[in-house]
């Protein structure tokens, strides 16, 4: 269906500047989603808090009657926000707001705000407050009672605070082309599903009623985080929206084969991965394996710690879909006062700070029953000769990293002692995502087999914001020249020590990153699933060695030697991929 442009200059164009959450460009009309609830303030405490209550079993029943249509991906996620909504610590947080005198909807947000404060601002648990804010919402709509309408012809562009799965399940009969939303949380479950779905999003958009109309014409361009509204004809041809190819139709029954640069360098892609949906990328012929595998689900929906069993059926099912392509496991990613339900109330009293690693350093009887399940699911699955790849993160220290890879061979010797089979070979590795490893890294280099850079939480620490923040992400660039700088510096110690070393932050999915990323020395990638054919079609028109030229000139620190001060690394960069008619989307 073609959409007709809005008159030049009939309305004035706006550019809105939000951060790429997915890739890809959309056009369409908007929808904006924002759930109200006017309330009687006459209302006695006890009618709103049964009001309330009322609501939370009719988002809750919403969740049940998904999970009975859902394949068992989106399962996984749905899940996960059912058991928010009936997490009863959250339900009387809410209920002790209201019998203070506050509104339903002055409650859930006063206790998003203290949640927003008691969580910090850490990448992850970010997103985990976003899932918090999205049953909220979720609550709202159910207390408006008001039904969602669209026409089912007509591409809309989705507009919120932020989307939970199960209100994405809302508008799966509308034609949905794009969404722009509040939430700038990568990791958030709504954000995975939007990516699983090939739907472009952009992120960190805020006070979106104050630019956009419902019904308003809008163009999105995922790629860089762009939207415009009532676009004129003139933007609208410099795009070409029938661009993107699918992934799944370009890949099927493929052979395997290593991407090259268009002069002949090898580039190694892998995937980062979490859900079930994310393995089916693993078909794709450039993909060599999963590059992260975060195991946090499980952890997240049990409301007891999962049994080794329930581990070993979970990392046996990613064993035997990626066949013979490695996994990288990474160790559970959470701790301190950011607790899951299953350990509230054992750790509900650990100093902040007391997460990741740290929590693996303080309680390494809980972590070792994850070591135990991935060892015995290496052997017992399809492919039990291949190695079993295990990383730990925000490691801070060498000593730490020494420390840990003592659990690991106690649980080797623990299973050679009761007469089990034990992995041939075992891959230990860790996250740079801490700036104090980069001034250990010689000493930290010796007890790993590999690394993988976490860019996200690295540049977050690096200069000290919070890149979950639409305006403080935008100050500083992750192409820097002091952030490419220490990058520099890990990759060139990790090869003088032989040791693999590989990108998995944000960094790696965007082409424009990565091709300064290839230009520094970096060759292995683990990108999101949404990103593989963007990531490939860009190695593949490239000549690398120009772009290690430019990099170093752009990092040299005689200043005689840069050619071209005036500009930043990303216009350098930028202006070396139009020259090469490099493609970057």
């Not at 006890?46 to 999970?67: D, M």
């Not at 394996?289 to 979970?314: A, H, K, N």
């Not at 690394?451 to 919070?466: E, K, M, P, T, V």
């Amino acid at each position: 269906m073609s959409i007709k442009s809005a008159a030049l200059f009939q309305e004035p164009q706006i550019t809105i500047e939000g951060t790429s959450l997915n890739f890809g460009i959309a056009q369409g009309y908007a929808y904006m989603y924002d759930p109200q609830y006017t309330e009687d303030a006459q209302l006695p405490v006890n009618q709103k808090i049964q009001i309330f209550l009322q609501a939370i079993n009719k988002a809750a029943t919403l969740c049940s009657n998904n999970l009975t249509i859902r394949s068992t991906d989106s399962q996984e996620l749905i899940l996960v926000q059912k058991a928010l909504l009936q997490d009863s610590a959250w339900q009387q947080r809410v209920i002790d707001k209201i019998e203070n005198k506050l509104s339903i909807t002055h409650a859930l947000d006063k206790v998003l705000e203290d949640l927003d404060i008691a969580l910090g601002i850490d990448n992850f648990w970010h997103a985990r407050s976003q899932e918090i804010r999205g049953i909220s919402q979720l609550v709202r709509q159910c207390l408006e009672k008001k039904e969602i309408n669209f026409d089912k012809d007509k591409p809309i562009i989705l507009c919120a605070k932020t989307i939970s799965p199960v209100e994405m399940m809302l508008f799966e009969q509308a034609k949905l082309a794009a969404m722009i939303v509040q939430d700038n949380s990568f990791l958030s479950h709504g954000m995975i599903i939007a990516r699983s779905r090939g739907i472009p999003v952009v992120g960190g958009a805020v006070d979106l009623k104050e630019f956009i109309n419902h019904d308003d014409e809008l163009l999105v361009d995922g790629d860089l985080g762009r939207v415009y509204v009532r676009p004129h004809s003139i933007t609208i041809a410099n795009y070409d929206i029938s661009k993107k190819v699918s992934l799944s139709k370009s890949s099927e029954n493929t052979k395997n084969k290593i991407v090259i640069s268009r002069d002949g360098t090898p580039v190694h892609l892998s995937i980062n991965a979490n859900l079930n949906e994310d393995l089916a990328s693993l078909d794709h012929s450039a993909i060599e394996g999963i590059g992260l595998y975060r195991t946090e689900i499980p952890f997240m929906t049990s409301e007891r710690w999962p049994d080794v069993e329930t581990q070993i059926r979970l990392y046996l099912n990613v064993l035997n879909k990626a066949k013979e392509k490695f996994v990288v496991f990474r160790t559970l990613d959470v701790g301190g006062d950011k607790t899951f339900q299953s350990l509230h109330k054992s750790f509900n009293n650990t100093k902040k700070g007391w997460k990741h690693s740290r929590f693996t350093l303080q309680r390494p009887s809980l972590i070792r029953l994850q070591l135990r399940a991935m060892i015995r699911a290496r052997v017992t699955c399809d492919y039990p000769d291949l190695p079993l790849h295990i990383m730990f993160p925000m490691v801070s220290e060498a000593q730490e990293m020494s420390f840990l890879r003592t659990l690991i061979q106690k649980e080797l010797d623990r299973e050679k002692n009761l007469g089990n089979k034990i992995p041939q070979t075992v891959r230990i590795g860790a996250m740079v995502e801490v700036p104090s490893v980069v001034f250990q890294l010689n000493q930290f280099l010796d007890l790993v087999d590999f690394i993988s850079i976490g860019s996200n939480d690295l540049f977050h620490f690096f200069y000290a914001i919070d890149r979950t923040d639409a305006v403080m992400s935008k100050r500083y660039d992750l192409l820097s020249k002091a952030f490419m700088q220490m990058l520099k510096t890990i990759i060139d110690k990790a090869k003088a020590k032989n040791v693999n070393v590989s990108l998995c932050g944000e960094m790696a999915s965007r082409p424009l990153e990565a091709m300064a990323l290839l230009g520094i020395g970096l060759r292995y990638f683990s990108v999101n699933p949404s990103s593989i054919e963007t990531i490939e079609n860009m190695v593949q028109s490239l000549d690398i060695w120009s772009v290690q030229e430019c990099m170093n000139d752009c990092l040299s620190d005689n200043p005689f030697a840069y050619k071209a001060a005036h500009l930043s690394i990303r216009e350098r960069v930028l202006e070396l991929a139009q020259i090469q008619q490099t493609q970057l989307s």
